[in-house]
């Protein structure tokens, strides 16, 4: 029906153009010229016509339906490239037909239309998996997963056999004749697309082995990144750092080099505290009876100090160890007794995790001192609340230790040389 009223209209054009005195050969050329003027403004009526129905359309469906799906299509302008295919239609029917006296004109006008097709396939296709993109990170279940690859993946591939058929057509090529070429210049193609085809395979790994989630904090120091993954694409792995800055990674970085993962921590049940503060060795020192009784009034280890003693003193009498030489027999001393009353304070601390590793440990000495460390677990692993957890308990660490006759190692200051007096020294 299409192909007959455009013939009567290209007669009717002709004939009138005859009668007015054209020649034959121009007046086919008008004839031609006009109709596909007047073809062209038809078209982007019925294209405007298709946008609007279209957009109603989806809309009407994304209102009726409870899936995020349809909104996403509309988001991404789906109904807009779908609209392109009725006056599209129309052209590719009505161009031989304006154009049958004009054969070069008419094969050079289907090629165009044709590769406009392969592109608006294309083009549909996707929006399509970008609304399905879209879409699956909306799941819980697909949040973490590099979906952005898998995408980009796929198009890569459909951008190829477009562009393979686009090259058949425009060169009437045979499919053997085009992968022989492409078998040729194989080597160039693995060159130019080397970062392409190494970050699919390090997608591929790094999804498979989940060795990095959309989400997890990573460290990488080698690319400065210290933040969480908000994006993992073919390429590149994006990182939005703690300082609001933003660091890339080549995605087969994470396979070929080292990067720390903080996800097992957060999945744990505590976060880890290990730091230590120095002792002076030489405030370090056997204690007399009398002064245990003293340390007996501090409550977490006035227990410890009474079995303690009650078993050093049975050992020495037993071997009759003469103690006027504090040096001999067995003695308690004052950091060992400060390291008991940390790992009972550790017991006691409400932020910490009673059921994974605790402990209060002397690491080895060096030219600063003797470290004693802290090794235990946050109940919290929100970062600011577990510097908070952590800074409490260095703090009464810092103030208990004078009650104890020990000192933390410091740098001297400038007032450490100073031999003006302080101001307590004056009297009133």
Known sequence: MIDSNIEKIIDFTYDI??????????????????????????????????????????????????TTFDDLLISNKTAKYISHLVPLLLIYKAVPVILQKFTYWEGFFAKIIDIYIVILVLLIIRTIFNALRDHLKLMPRYSDKPIDSYIQVIMIVLWIFGVTAIILMLFNLKIEALIATFGAISAIVLLIFRDTILGFIASIQVSVNDMVRIGDWITMDKFGADGDVIEINLATVKVRNFDNTTSTIPTYSLISDSFKNWRGMFNSDGRRIKRHVL????????????????????????????????????????????????????NLTNFGLFRKYISEYLVHHPGLNKDMLMMCRQLQSNEYGIPLEIYAFSNDKTWENYEFIMADIFDHIIASVNYFDLEIYELPTSKSFSTTPEKSDFKA
Do not use: W
């Open 17 to 66: 153009l005859i009668k007015v005195g054209f020649n034959p050969t121009f007046a086919s050329y008008i004839s031609a010229v006009g109709n596909l003027i007047v073809l062209m403004i038809t078209a982007y009526f019925i294209f405007l016509l298709c946008i609007y129905t279209f957009n109603r359309l989806f809309n009407f469906i994304a209102n009726k339906t409870k």
């Open 279 to 330: 002792i002076k060795t030489s405030s370090i020192r056997f204690l007399h009876d009398d002064e245990l009784a003293e340390f007996k009034e501090i409550e977490l280890i006035a227990n410890y100090i009474e079995h303690r003693q009650a078993d050093i003193i049975k050992y020495n009498s037993s071997r009759a160890i003469d103690k006027k030489l504090l040096l001999n027999g067995r």
